[in-house]
């Protein structure tokens, strides 16, 4: 038996649909059903009615809903508890931060809050987009870094929690320089013909980025997926290997720009996306729990932007 079954099944429960559940847990969709049926071969019984669209749940499958968000509210709550147990860190501001912003920007946001703020004792919890917004909801971060784009926001109260922009990010396409210092691969492509296109994995919040650049995009880029991850650093390894091209942060290229390990793969301001870096925390007064350093970390960086 594995908890995040039940993360499924609830998820399942609220959205009545097998296809949105996979995307909003970032999951293959054959991958999703399997652990529902795996939740089924452990309970005995059949779940889901999937005769029915959307789909329902059996009354097997109401009762063990009910009893699903018990145990993971009780599980939730037995953590924080044994969180509060661990005075040492009271002083440790706590990052949720999905990978890609994980690799790239945190670390030379954090080194330069050092010089600027105060040697501050941080914890990077790295986890892909959804999940990292799922601890900031469920109280098990301090605060919640990630990319904003207008045509996909966070699902965040705004009366309940609160943002500060810290900057901006550019997503653009890169490849491999080829022995005449272009690109292997670029866009457009040429007419009749396809690109090798490293791609992020269903559901990843930078892959559905790539899905807006496309849709605004004047004619069709073309793209043919070759391989997949739902880490931009992966993609960056395959690009530079020369497997095709690849939609990266800029800020994750800039070594490598400068050695000319990769380049851009389409025209300056062609097929590029600006998304905000965003900081979010619960509201202090609808806190449930804070700390003195990310508060003050908080005020700093708001009295900044006056």
Not at 278 to 287: D, W
Request: glycine share 6%.
């Amino acid at each position: 038996m594995e908890t995040k079954w039940f993360e499924d099944f609830v998820s399942l429960a609220e959205t009545r649909s097998f296809s949105r559940s996979a995307q909003l847990r970032h999951v293959t969709q054959p991958a999703f059903s399997r652990r529902i049926q795996s939740l089924e071969a452990w309970a005995g019984i059949e779940l889901v009615d999937r005769s029915s669209y959307p789909t329902r749940l059996t009354p097997a499958g109401e009762t063990l809903q009910a009893q699903a968000l018990e145990i993971l509210g009780a599980l939730q709550a037995t953590r924080n508890m044994m969180r509060g147990h661990k005075a040492a860190g009271t002083d440790m501001i706590e990052f949720a931060v999905p990978h890609s912003l994980a690799f790239t920007f945190f670390p030379h946001w954090v080194m330069d809050l050092r010089k600027r703020f105060a040697a501050m004792k941080s914890r990077l919890i790295a986890l892909n987009v959804h999940d990292a917004v799922m601890h900031l909801v469920e109280g098990s971060c301090d605060l919640l870094l990630a990319y904003h784009h207008p045509s996909l926001p966070l699902q965040l109260n705004p009366d309940r929690y609160e943002m500060l922009s810290l900057g901006h990010e550019t997503l653009a396409a890169y490849a491999r320089a080829g022995a005449d210092g272009q690109p292997m691969f670029s866009l457009p492509a040429a007419p009749g013909r396809t690109v090798p296109y490293l791609s992020y994995a269903p559901g990843a919040y930078l892959g559905r980025l790539v899905e807006v650049i496309a849709k605004q995009a004047s004619e069709p880029l073309h793209l043919e997926p070759i391989y997949e991850t739902d880490m931009a650093e992966g993609l960056k390894a395959m690009a530079i290997e020369g497997h095709g091209l690849a939609f990266l942060p800029a800020s994750s290229v800039r070594k490598e720009l400068k050695s000319r390990r990769l380049v851009h793969a389409a025209p300056a301001g062609m097929h590029e996306l600006a998304v905000d870096i965003r900081l979010y925390r619960e509201r202090p007064e609808m806190a449930r729990h804070t700390k003195p350093g990310a508060i003050a970390l908080w005020d700093f960086l708001a009295s900044s932007r006056k």
